[in-house]
């Protein structure tokens, strides 16, 4: 299994390892698609089989681009493309 691993960073500035905190949503997306080999169209198309909404190639453009995209929809992405999400809060950045 694959993961996505989500810090929440104070500052948003800073590179740890081949994570990037200035990646935004879009790009982690398609960073994801890439490597399944995966089009937008046809993962729209598994995320309408899968949650009985329609999702079409447009509309998820618009949501990674406007950064509007649910919780609950990138967690069904992250499904559908064999992924996890986790997040760390960090005890430093917690102010513990």
Avoid: P
């Amino acid at each position: 299994m694959n993961y996505i691993h989500i810090l929440y960073n104070i500052i948003h500035t800073q590179s740890i390892g081949m994570y990037n905190f200035n990646m935004n949503v879009k790009e982690e997306v398609k960073i994801m698609l890439t490597s399944k080999s995966m089009t937008l169209t046809k993962l729209a198309e598994k995320m309408t089989e899968l949650s009985g909404k329609n999702y079409s190639q447009s509309l998820l453009s618009h949501k990674l681009t406007s950064e509007s995209l649910r919780y609950s929809e990138m967690k069904l992405i992250c499904k559908i493309l064999g992924y996890r999400i986790y997040i760390d809060f960090d005890e430093i950045r917690l102010g513990r």
